[in-house]
């Protein structure tokens, strides 16, 4: 298993930066891809990055250059700088870590983003 925890969140104004933690703890050699991902009330979770272990990026179609996505695979870490946000970025983030032999999601707790105008 895999246990992965979140933190960074807060609130911010809009174009102002935050910058997400998520670190693994565990069996986290079963881990190839790593990201984040959100959730508004009501919608479907929807990608914002994933990051491979060789450091191979993919951004939601959203994103547009705003956020950057990095990993420190010694320190088990991977982080989201956000940078421009909007306040239609407000939401909740989760950290991902997928096993490589399944594709199988892990997923964190979730962290509060809040962006006002």
């Known amino acids: 298993q895999v246990q992965l925890v979140e933190s960074g969140g807060g609130s911010v104004q809009a174009g102002g930066s935050l910058r997400l933690s998520c670190v693994a703890s565990?069996?986290?050699?079963?881990?190839?891809?790593m990201g984040w991902y959100r959730q508004a009330p009501g919608k479907q979770r929807e990608l914002v990055a994933t990051?491979?272990?060789?450091?191979?990026?993919n951004y939601g179609d959203f994103v547009r250059g705003r956020f950057t996505i990095s990993r420190d695979n010694a320190k088990r870490l991977v982080y989201l700088q956000m940078n421009n946000l909007m306040p239609e970025d407000t939401t909740v983030y989760y950290c991902?870590?997928?096993?490589?032999?399944?594709?199988?999601?892990?997923w964190g707790q979730g962290t509060q983003v809040t962006v006002s105008s």
């Open positions: 991902t870590g997928v096993r490589a032999s399944n594709s199988y999601n892990f």
């Open positions: 565990g069996s986290v050699w079963i881990i190839n891809v």
């Open positions: 990051i491979t272990s060789g450091g191979t990026t």
